[in-house]
């Protein structure tokens, strides 16, 4: 990995990940791309529309890319709002992502997530390798998108890799429009007025990790030898498992007073009810080392300070 295009640079994770690959590989050496033109890009930056397949490969070569990170997709919620536009995005983007590779023959990753499950999945510890029938359209896209990528490296020999993501949480970057993002608005809301009202019910578990460690996996993941990998795509990761009154919990050890009430969204509750509990990593750890540095106590008092100051200074 020395020259790297990503896709969804401006998103929740791209915008951070251009920031951290920027720092390890030089600044020229990432070139970030998303449908809306940067503003104040700290390196090389382009627009550029993932269905456009001829725009996506002239990028590519004209930067002497290296590797592919393909982010752009709709998120779970979105895509439930607009699924013919989540199949065109989604499939589309990914298809034009996997074909750049091939002619270029770049490294290629791009993330899946804990919504390639549905409610036939073991819901505990759920498996690196088990039954996967989504209900939602964004599960059918992940499914069909990791099997995608198998087949690019089966069939034509490209270096595909990918992690399964379960919610991320984050303070840069304000999340897209998925069924977790309520872990995200919780700490914002603690901050601004002390209270938060939930969409997802109490007893709802998911996974969920912090950006953090969610950069660093997909750094790990890329840099290592091939001929350790296993699985090549779609890689079980998480970091911890949790329910509104837990995090509510986690944060009033700093704001006593925090009031955590309810009005729950069937749309994404019910997304919610169809995904795993919590997802067995030992696949990951074992085949590249996947390990993680935060837990619910020391993410929250990081989102807290960070966002303290993030809210204080805007
Ligand atoms: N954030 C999470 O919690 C999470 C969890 C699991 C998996 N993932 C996956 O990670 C990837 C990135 O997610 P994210 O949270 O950063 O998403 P996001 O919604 O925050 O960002 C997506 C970016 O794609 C851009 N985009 C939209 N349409 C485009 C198009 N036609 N061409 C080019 N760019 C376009 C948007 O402008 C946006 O900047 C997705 O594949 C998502 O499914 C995310």
């Keep these: ?12 994770i791209g915008s951070e990940l251009t920031t951290k690959l920027r720092e390890i590989y030089g600044a020229d050496n990432v070139l970030a791309t998303d449908i809306r033109p940067a503003s104040g890009s700290t390196g090389p930056s382009a627009v550029l529309d993932v269905t456009d397949a001829q725009k996506m490969h002239d990028l590519a070569k004209d930067f002497g890319a290296d590797t592919l990170m393909h982010m752009a997709a709709l998120l779970s919620a979105t895509a439930e709002e607009k699924p013919l536009l989540a199949w065109n995005l989604n499939m589309g983007g990914l298809v034009n992502a996997l074909e750049t590779s091939r002619e270029l023959g770049l490294q290629f990753f791009t993330p899946s997530s804990i919504g390639a499950f549905g409610p036939s999945t073991p819901k505990n510890n759920t ?15 992940k499914v069909a998108g990791e099997l995608l990528c198998d087949y690019y490296f089966e069939r034509f020999g490209v270096d595909t890799r990918g992690v399964r993501f379960p919610g991320l949480i984050s303070n840069v970057t304000p999340p897209g429009g998925g069924t977790t993002d309520y872990a995200v608005d919780i700490y914002y809301q603690a901050i601004e007025q002390n209270s938060y009202t939930s969409y997802i019910a109490a007893g709802t578990y998911m996974d969920m990790m912090y950006m953090p460690d969610a950069l660093q996996a997909i750094i790990d993941l890329m840099e290592t030898d091939a001929d350790q990998l296993i699985h090549r795509n779609a890689f079980n990761v998480t970091a911890m498992s ?10 009033r050890k700093h704001l006593p007073d925090f009031q955590l009430d309810y009005a729950v969204d069937p749309v994404r509750q019910g997304i919610a009810d169809s995904w795993p509990d919590n997802i067995d990593v030992t696949a990951a750890r074992d085949e590249w080392g996947f390990k993680t540095a935060y837990d619910l106590d020391a993410m929250t008092a990081d989102m807290l300070e960070k966002l303290k100051n993030k809210l204080q200074n805007a």
């Design 242 to 251: 949790f329910d509104p009154e837990q995090i509510a919990a986690s944060i």
């Design 1 to 12: 990995m020395k020259r790297i295009m990503i896709t969804g640079a401006l998103g929740q």
């Design 127 to 141: 498996p690196q390798d088990t039954l996967q029938r989504p209900t939602t359209m964004y599960g059918v896209n």
